[in-house]
């Protein structure tokens, strides 16, 4: 038994895997397995989608390029993010691929892969409508791919651009961005046949086939985790982490006893009350106070009082079974039950991608 664990299920990130591979047919998945593998554990969720049917990952940071880089050497590795220049060093001695955007930033790539002694392969990122990283203008995007293909010190590997509003089904807003990026993809591509095109996030490939150019870059639905919010089931994904504890007492609370700091839940009649030795330390984010599920023995018992550091405190109502060491299962399946990130994202108004990485590093990942 664990004071706090989180149990992932390879197999789960392997089916996910085949399940986008199988909708992108001939394009290239690339795992992206940043933030640890969105809270997951990058390296085991890496070879876990590199077995079901990804050839390449994705990561943010040069740190997470160097961790990446080091323990799969032979598979291609995109960072995605921005770079200072002592992080391009680390990012090209990773053997990482790079994003570029600007011609400043391309020179210093240049310089830095000629000082390494070999080519950096750079992806140039347009900014067809998501208002972040990458450049918007088609006119300069054109020349800094010509600039690169051009470069000796660099290989032109990739042109691509990232969706604002992918997972939101409804949005013309994806469409438009769609069509810029297919205007300035098509004439990149046709002076640089060799090159990747890629656009698509997990719920543009679940959501439009022709997003899928040559590659896809999905990280949420790898881990199980709907883009849309909604159950994972329905787009035909399994979840890959459970967040498990334990009962590590239970008490007995005459009505009107209050449980944790600031005495913001009070038993309301005589119950029996049971405690969890997690809390925000954990990533068990504190605006879940009296506001989350947790199963034990099968059922739901309601998180009462404030989220603490280390504990939780649940209601096991005036008759109960419960006993210190039973499971307690915040996020995952129980018997008949299942709470989804999706379920406590909702509770804590974000997004399910939030749930998983906020869990933290105290709490050890383990393979089921
Ligand atoms: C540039 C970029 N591409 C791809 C992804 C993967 O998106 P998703 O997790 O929605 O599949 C992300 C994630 O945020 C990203 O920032």
Redesign the pocket.
């Known amino acids: 038994m664990e004071r706090a664990v989180a149990r992932i299920d390879y197999e789960a990130v392997r089916a996910n895997c085949a399940r986008l591979k199988a909708e992108l047919g001939e394009a290239e998945l690339c795992a992206?397995v940043?933030a640890d593998g969105?809270g997951h554990g990058a390296d085991g969720c890496a070879a876990a989608a590199l077995d079901g049917g990804a050839t390449r990952l994705?990561v943010?940071t040069a740190s997470e390029a160097e961790q990446i880089g080091r323990r799969f050497q032979h598979v291609p590795l995109l960072t995605?993010g921005a770079l200072t220049a002592e992080e391009v060093d680390a990012v090209i001695s990773a053997g990482s691929e790079l994003a570029l955007w600007r011609e400043d930033f391309r020179r210093l790539v240049a310089g830095r892969a000629r000082a390494h002694g070999h080519s950096a392969r750079v992806h140039v990122k347009f900014d067809s409508g998501m208002g972040r990283l990458g450049n918007p203008d088609p006119r300069e995007v054109l020349e800094l791919a010509r600039a690169c293909a051009a470069d000796p010190d660099l290989e032109l590997a990739g042109i691509w651009t990232?969706f604002a509003t992918?997972?939101e089904l409804d949005s013309a807003y994806f469409d438009e961005q769609l069509d810029r990026f297919e205007e300035v993809a098509a004439a990149v591509k046709a002076d640089h046949p060799q090159l990747l095109v890629h656009a698509a996030?997990?719920?543009a490939v679940l959501r439009d086939r022709g997003s899928h150019y040559d590659m896809a870059?999905?990280?949420?639905?790898l881990y199980g985790l709907d883009?849309f919010q909604r159950d994972p089931a329905e787009q035909g994904l399994v979840p890959a982490l459970a967040l498990c504890s334990h009962v590590a007492d239970v008490k007995r609370f005459p009505a009107g006893t209050s449980a944790g700091y600031g005495r913001k839940w009070k038993a309301p009649v005589d119950t029996w009350v049971g405690v969890v030795p997690l809390g925000y330390g954990d990533g068990v984010r504190r605006a879940l106070s009296n506001n989350a599920d947790v199963l034990v023995n099968g059922e739901r018992r309601p998180l009462v009082g404030t989220v603490s550091m280390d504990n939780i405190t649940i209601d096991l109502g005036p008759e109960t079974g419960v006993r210190p060491g039973d499971e307690a299962v915040l996020i995952g399946r129980q018997g008949e039950e299942q709470i989804l990130a999706e379920e406590v994202a909702a509770r804590l108004e974000t997004i399910n991608?939030e749930v998983t990485c906020a869990i933290s590093a105290r709490v050890p990942r383990r393979p089921v």
């Open positions: 992206v940043k969105y994705a943010a995605m990232h992918a997972d996030n997990s719920a870059r999905c990280g949420v639905a883009p991608y």
